[in-house]
């Protein structure tokens, strides 16, 4: 079983920033890949962000330049640092973990960009 707490999401306004956290209630390394999606009101839940076991990232096109996913070992936290927010990345913003062949997702976190 795989526990996800997401935390920093809140109100900002464009062009500022966010970094969300991830807490994971295991090793981060055990995960074949973590990462961030996030769901905007009447829509599908789309990928933000992932990282593999590995290193590898991968990234929304529209959010390329502007995010940031990294890892705290230490603490075997995931980290989105958020740019240049817009407010069409409004959304709640949701941990998942790929481990053993299962998806885990966190609770979510509200992110608003207001214009």
């Known amino acids: 079983q795989v526990q996800l707490a997401e935390s920093g999401g809140g109100l900002v306004q464009a062009g500022g920033s966010l970094r969300l956290s991830c807490a994971a209630s295991?090793?981060?390394?055990?995960?074949?890949?973590i990462g961030w999606y996030r769901q905007a009101p009447g829509k599908q839940r789309e990928s933000v962000a992932t990282i593999s076991s590995g290193g590898g990232t991968v990234y929304a096109d529209s959010v390329k330049g502007r995010f940031t996913i990294s890892r705290d070992n230490a603490r075997n936290t995931v980290l989105l640092q958020m740019n240049s927010l817009k407010p069409e990345d409004t959304g709640v913003y949701y941990c998942?973990?790929?481990?053993?062949?299962?998806?885990?997702w966190g609770q979510g976190t509200q992110v608003t960009v207001s214009s």
């Open positions: 998942n973990a790929h481990f053993l062949r299962a998806d885990y």
């Open positions: 295991r090793s981060i390394f055990s995960f074949n890949v």
